[in-house]
């Protein structure tokens, strides 16, 4: 079956350490994207990339850290930097972002960490 | 900067009532899609609107866009128990990335 796991599903992080998340898909998909979900919010992006050995930052890049040294996969290192990292984060990829009037952007999600930091 | 607003950010109704959530977006676009979220689960994709006037619907659930008015509804038909869960509208932008709403949070009461 084709789909995105994420690994841990629950993680536990002191202070000052760094823990990097994994997520892996197995759909083809050329583009993979990391979220933060905090309680009762919408989803905000941290970073994205469209292709191996490229990425970019999203809105809330600060603390965070990635590699794309395969097209299967993404991971996210939350670094001591992060001072409030305890959050759900999601990976989600799509289909390479082509331009032109019928391209669209449906992404697909893993199911998710949760990251609490003691 | 593209703000996406849903509203009711809350919604209790009764089960085989109609109701309609709103996705206001604030910058030209006509690509919009709908997510559903379960609590403690990720997101599973709804409807994908691709031009003004689209309209998907799929067993209680109807969804439809107007890039005019800039506006999404998503529209609950004979509410179920099953379809309690939390919806989010997301608006592709200009960057091509896909900017959330806040969420509404549903809940089918008996």
């Known amino acids: 079956d084709g789909g995105i796991t994420q690994s841990p599903k629950y993680l536990f992080r002191k202070e000052g350490q760094n823990v990097t998340l994994s997520c892996e898909q197995n759909?083809?998909?050329?583009?993979m994207y990391w979220y933060r979900q905090d309680p009762g919010q919408g989803l905000r992006l941290i970073y994205y990339?469209?292709?191996?050995?490229?990425?970019q930052k999203g809105d809330i890049a600060e603390g965070y850290s990635v590699s794309r040294e395969k097209k299967e996969s993404f991971p996210l290192t939350v670094t001591s930097a992060q001072k409030n990292p305890t959050a759900f984060y999601l990976c989600?990829?799509?289909?390479?972002?082509?331009?032109?009037?019928?391209?669209?952007?449906?992404?697909?999600f893993g199911p998710g960490t949760r990251l609490t930091v003691l | 900067e593209l703000k996406v607003e849903q509203n009711p950010l809350f919604l209790s109704m009764q089960e085989g009532k109609n109701y309609t959530i709103y996705c206001n977006y604030s910058?030209?676009?006509?690509?919009l899609y709908w997510y559903r979220q379960d609590p403690g689960k990720s997101l599973e994709s709804l409807f994908v609107?691709?031009?003004?006037?689209a309209v998907k619907q799929e067993g209680r659930l109807m969804a439809s866009l107007d890039t005019k008015a800039r506006l999404s509804t998503l529209h609950i038909t004979a509410a179920v128990h099953d379809l309690s869960a939390t919806y989010f509208c997301?608006?592709?932008?200009?960057?091509?990335?896909?900017?959330f709403g806040s969420g509404t949070q549903l809940t089918v009461l008996p």
């Open positions: 989600a990829s799509s289909k390479r972002l082509a331009g032109g009037s019928g391209s669209y952007n449906e992404q697909f």
């Open positions: 759909l083809n998909h050329d583009a």
């Open positions: 990339s469209q292709i191996v050995n490229d990425f």
């Open positions: 910058t030209t676009s006509d690509r």
């Open positions: 609107l691709l031009s003004n006037g």
């Open positions: 997301a608006v592709q932008g200009s960057a091509r990335q896909l900017t």
